[in-house]
């Protein structure tokens, strides 16, 4: 195990790109640090220099103490784990998991017992003398995670090991995974876009933007303190809701529409005053927007909107909607949410609610959980 310290990395290619700008960031011994953010943002480049496989430009990268810049990959003592598994189809799975031992000149003996050793912890014993191609994408998987366990190297490394499993066994993974991970103690830097995996897997996650970090933190930290608008709208599913009005006397206003801010958002973030009289941007989440049939209270503010579509997904119904505001693109190209609405909103609702497509509800806001943006820096107030 050891501490992984990148220090002001940079990569270019050429004169023209400049794909990590000064990335610092240490992942503590045993952590399990998450790099995510939309495609082109740089993490799997990032990862492939701590690997060795992508030359670092200029920049610090030592692992446990040593600095590894210049090293091969081979003489890092780092494991790493692809998103196709690389896995030998001629080989059984046990050659497969034993073939670095092998290589390293280990006795049968030894090979053997490790190799037991890390299919009982992987739970591949009845599949050790079968070939890939039989295998399923999660039995391949562990199978891949057992190549590099076998080594017990100082770090782990992952780039989108889970992209080509289908829904519902990316969800299983992805616990084994960070059960796994938390059993054996090792550094761990995983890369993905998938921002659901990167909340319920990571000890700490680095959101990063055009090759520059924009925040990294415990999850729960992003979610509720997001730094900046495109934190803000790429954390979280479905998206924060963000929009632009005018603060004025305490109250946000929109066109028709006049929302009270409460005095606690002013006491967490005084600054917040200096902006009366101007604009501002504030974000809700999908769960802070309710159907006021069902929720009543102070906290909430109702303001009108129409019903667009409705997706019901049992335990819940995620709301599009229309209100009279309008939208910021928060900044992430890979986002899903349909910005060719200006006034588009989601909200999810408790199943039980009523609503319908095409009727006018009154809205409510939970006002305690508002987030405001400056707009001229997009950074959170």
């Known amino acids: 195990?050891?501490?992984?310290?990148?220090?002001?990395?940079?990569?270019?290619?050429?004169?023209?790109?400049?794909?990590?700008?000064?990335?610092?960031?240490?992942?503590?011994?045993?952590?399990?640090?998450?790099?995510?953010?939309?495609?082109?943002?740089?993490?799997?480049?990032?990862?492939?220099?701590?690997?060795?496989?992508?030359?670092?430009?200029?920049?610090?990268?030592?692992?446990?103490?040593?600095?590894?810049?210049?090293?091969?990959?081979?003489?890092?003592?780092?494991?790493?784990?692809?998103?196709?598994?690389?896995?030998?189809?001629?080989?059984?799975?046990?050659?497969?998991?034993?073939?670095?031992?092998?290589?390293?000149?280990?006795?049968?003996?030894?090979?053997?017992?490790?190799?037991?050793?890390?299919?009982?912890?992987?739970?591949?014993?009845?599949?050790?003398?079968?070939?890939?191609?039989?295998?399923?994408?999660?039995?391949?998987?562990?199978?891949?995670?057992?190549?590099?366990?076998?080594?017990?190297?100082?770090?782990?490394?992952?780039?989108?090991?889970?992209?080509?499993?289908?829904?519902k066994l990316r969800v299983q993974m992805r616990a084994e995974i960070a059960s796994l991970q938390r059993q054996l103690g090792v550094t761990t830097i995983y890369v993905t876009h998938d921002q659901t995996e990167a909340l319920t897997m990571g000890d700490r996650v680095a959101v990063l933007k055009d090759g520059v970090l924009q925040q990294i933190d415990t999850p729960k930290t992003l979610y509720h303190r997001p730094i900046n608008v495109f934190v803000a709208g790429f954390i979280g599913s479905p998206a924060m809701n963000l929009f632009e009005g005018r603060l004025v006397d305490g109250r946000i206003l929109l066109p028709g529409i006049s929302i009270a801010v409460p005095a606690s958002a002013f006491e967490r973030s005084p600054r917040l005053k200096t902006f009366d009289g101007g604009p501002v941007i504030f974000g809700i989440r999908p769960e802070d927007l309710y159907d006021s049939k069902l929720e009543s209270g102070s906290r909430l503010a109702t303001i009108p909107a129409e019903v667009r579509t409705i997706e019901e997904l049992g335990s819940e119904l995620i709301v599009h909607i229309n209100i009279d505001a309008v939208r910021i693109d928060s900044g992430d190209p890979d986002a899903v949410e349909d910005l060719g609405s200006a006034a588009n909103a989601v909200a999810k609702f408790e199943a039980v609610s009523a609503v319908r497509s095409g009727e006018v509800i009154d809205l409510g806001l939970d006002v305690s959980k508002l987030h405001f943006f400056d707009p001229t820096t997009r950074l959170a107030i």
Do not use: W
């Open 1 to 167: 195990m050891a501490e992984v310290v990148l220090e002001k990395i940079n990569k270019t290619y050429g004169s023209s790109y400049h794909a990590i700008k000064d990335l610092s960031l240490t992942v503590h011994d045993g952590e399990f640090l998450i790099l995510v953010g939309p495609s082109g943002c740089g993490k799997s480049t990032a990862l492939r220099m701590i690997a060795g496989l992508e030359e670092i430009s200029s920049g610090t990268l030592t692992i446990g103490g040593e600095d590894v810049a210049d090293l091969a990959p081979k003489d890092r003592d780092i494991a790493m784990v692809f998103q196709s598994y690389a896995l030998y189809p001629h080989m059984t799975v046990f050659d497969n998991i034993a073939f670095s031992m092998k290589l390293a000149g280990k006795s049968k003996g030894e090979r053997t017992k490790r190799v037991n050793e890390i299919a009982k912890t992987l739970q591949l014993h009845a599949l050790l003398g079968s070939k890939p191609g039989s295998l399923s994408g999660g039995q391949r998987q562990r199978v891949a995670m057992g190549r590099a366990m076998v080594r017990e190297p100082a770090a782990f490394l992952m780039d989108e090991p889970l992209s080509n499993l289908d829904a």
